[in-house]
T-cell receptor, first 115, second 109 residues
Framework: GAGVSQTPSNKVTEKGKYVELRCDPI?????LYWYRQSLGQGPEFLIY????????DSGLPNDRFFAVRPEGSVSTLKIQRTERGDSAVYLC?????????????FGPGTRLLVL | AQRVTQPEKLLSVFKGAPVELKCNYS??????LFWYVQYSRQRLQLLLR??SRESIKGFTADLNKGETSFHLKKPFAQEEDSAMYYC???????????FGKGTTLSVSS
C-alpha cells in the first residue's frame, strides 16, 4: 500500500512569511508524528497526534509553530513568521496505534529553506 | 536525561570487513531501542529493534544495559550497506523517538 506522503517536497520562502507543510499518513494509522532534521543532526521530535488531538506537543520550539489534524488523518504543520533558523527537513511519520513496540513509518520529508 | 550518542560521524570499511556502528544511550528504566537506516535518496526506514531480537540484512544489535550500549554489527559488510544509520530511543512517555546524530557507513570494494 501507499506509504506516508508529504507535500511539498521542497519549499523556499522568505523570512517573515507563513508556510504550511502537509502530511498524509498511512491509511488507518491513528498515530502521527512530526520531526525536524537540521543539517548534520538526527531527527528531532516536534509533536505527536493520537487521532485528532495533540497528545504531546513538547517538542514545538516556540509559538510560531502549530500543527493540526482535524479529521484524524491528514496533518498540517504551520509555521508563522519564518526565520532562517527554521530551514530544515520536516519529517512526518505514522504508526498504527502509537506507543511502545510500534514501528514508525516515515515520509520523504519536506525540505524548507528560509531566505 | 534521555539521550542517544553516536560517536562516529563516518565509518569507512572495505567490502567483506566486519562493521560495528556504536550507539550509547542515557535512560532511566528499560529502554526501547531502534536502528533506522536511510539509503541514498530514500526515506528513513526501520532496520531493527532490540525487542524483536531479529537479524535484518545480516545486521544484529544487542542491548547491553551495563554499558548502556546498543551497537549495530555485521560480520561481512557489503557495498549496498552504504547508508546513514541512526540509533533511536523511545522516550519515557512513549510518544516520540529520540535520535542520535547518525553515522555514515561507507563500504568500498
Amino acid at each position: 500500500g501507499a506509504g506516508v506522503s508529504q507535500t511539498p517536497s521542497n519549499k523556499v520562502t522568505e523570512k517573515g512569511k507563513y508556510v504550511e507543510l502537509r502530511c498524509d499518513p498511512i491509511s488507518g494509522h491513528t498515530a502521527l508524528y512530526w520531526y525536524r532534521q537540521s543539517l548534520g543532526q538526527g531527527p528531532e521530535f516536534l509533536i505527536y497526534f493520537q487521532g485528532t488531538g495533540a497528545a504531546d506537543d513538547s517538542g514545538l520550539p516556540n509559538d510560531r509553530f502549530f500543527a493540526v489534524r482535524p479529521e484524524g488523518s491528514v496533518s498540517t504543520l504551520k509555521i508563522q513568521r519564518t526565520e532562517r533558523g527554521d530551514s530544515a527537513v520536516y519529517l512526518c511519520a505514522s504508526s498504527l496505534k502509537g506507543g511502545a513496540h510500534e514501528t514508525q513509518y516515515f515520509g520523504p520529508g519536506t525540505r524548507l529553506l528560509v531566505l | 536525561a534521555q539521550r542517544v550518542t553516536q560517536p562516529e560521524k563516518l565509518l569507512s570499511v572495505f567490502k567483506g570487513a566486519p562493521v560495528e556502528l556504536k550507539c550509547n544511550y542515557s535512560y532511566s528504566g528499560s529502554p526501547e531501542l531502534f536502528w533506522y537506516v536511510q539509503y541514498s535518496r530514500q526515506r528513513l526506514q526501520l532496520l531493527l529493534r532490540h525487542i524483536s531480537r531479529e537479524s535484518i540484512k545480516g545486521f544484529t544489535a544487542d542491548l547491553n544495559k551495563g554499558e548502556t550500549s546498543f551497537h549495530l554489527k555485521k560480520p561481512f559488510a557489503q557495498e549496498e550497506d552504504s547508508a546513514m544509520y541512526y540509533c533511536a530511543l523511545l522516550n519515557q512517555a512513549g510518544t516520540a523517538l529520540i535520535f542520535g546524530k547518525g553515522t555514515t557507513l561507507s563500504v568500498s570494494s
